[in-house]
């Protein structure tokens, strides 16, 4: 691929993260989109709903990032109408994985470069969390996951040391938005903005929708 063109593609470099908490998931995720050392756009949303019970996180390029729940919202359609039943969390994972290997194995002269975390609650009420990495695997989630965006070293270190296994899903917004907080001030790829959802029994909600806004100020001179 020409150097400059890969330079230039709009990439989400990211921090997304996911939480599993005793009575739900957390997902959350920061806002800027960037092409090479260029910010170009500073609220661009990375956690969205696919449907009425899945949330889906990524990082990776714009074009993939905005194409994959599209269809990925389709195919559950689909398969809900052919057996008469909602797919389950899992069901949705690994039908997001078998996009994913596709997508990176079909021959193209930019092939899918995007990575997921998908959350979302059964019809038994039980919730579950998944990472989907930018090669296919899916691998179930115990405890938190940040998959492979930009923003992973800084969120994985404080979770290491804050992440209890049977928090709460407040507790888990809190831990979440400090998380947020430290990566969008030091990983270059991440910032301007951070959205925070829910997502439990009674359905996705999103809590925290917070924007970074810079301030110059003077010096003080003694």
Known sequence: MDEDLKKNILKTGTTILGIVCKDGIVMASDRQITAGNLVVGKNFPKTVK???YLL????GMVSDAQRVPKFLSAELKLKELRSKSRPSVKQAASLLSGMNYSG??????IPQQVGFLLGGFNTNGTSELYTIEPSGSVVKVEDYDANFSSGMPYVLGLLERQYKKDM????GIELAKEALKSSTQRDVGSGYGI???AITKDGIKKIVEQTIEPDFKDDKKE
């Open 50 to 52: 696919v449907n009425d």
């Open 56 to 59: 889906i996180s990524f990082t």
């Open 104 to 109: 990176i194995r079909q021959p193209s002269m």
């Open 168 to 171: 709460s899903v407040e507790e």
């Open 195 to 197: 959205d925070i959802f």
